[in-house]
């Protein structure tokens, strides 16, 4: 139980974090770099042990299809351009839903072996996911947005444990994982393309180059 509640606790500090260092540029350009950068990392922690485990290249595809669909409807139409971004952040964030889902039904006693390194490795990377939610939504939505994203992934980790090791057993092999890896393409899309847009420092006030 213990563990449980720290992973539901978690992504509280991403925002934390965010606010923290929001009034710091040199920081905050540190975020954005670290977001560029964690986001590939959590999507093949993601993906790759599903598809090295099955064998199964359909998971490689579905993040570059997850990738690349938005940018080529964006190309296709820019009156969808903004749609499109807003899509894809929706999507995106049902895989994430998702997964933190499936990350508290493992957290389940008895549902797999959980010990101190595993359930280490899932309280710490829901910080990350957490600051990432925060990152994406708040410049576009508003705090009030993100922060009911963040909090929908505190509450599927609940649902998860809820739901327990029958959830586990009927989402595994259910083509839930092919839809983690094309929702995993449509975030990374998203950070890439609407992150660079929001999140542009070039026009913030003139005391923020400085410090």
Known sequence: MGYLIAAALAPLLGPLLYRVLHDHPRAVEAVDNFVYLAVPILVAWQVLPYAWEDRNAFAILAVVVGFLLPALIERVSTALAEQTDNLALVVG?????????????????????????????????????????????????????????????????????????????DVHGSGAEIYQAFVSGSLVHVVFHQGRHDHDHSNDDPHHHHG
């Open 93 to 169: 964030l049902s895989g994430l839903v998702l997964h933190a889902m499936l990350e508290g039904t493992a957290l389940v006693p008895g549902a797999v072996p959980v010990d101190a390194p595993f359930a280490t490795a899932i309280i710490l990377h829901r910080i990350p996911i957490s600051l990432v939610i925060w990152w994406l939504i708040r410049p576009r939505f508003g705090s009030l947005a993100a922060a009911a994203g963040v909090g929908s992934i505190v509450l599927a980790t609940l649902a998860g444990y809820g739901l327990g090791t029958e959830f586990l057993a």
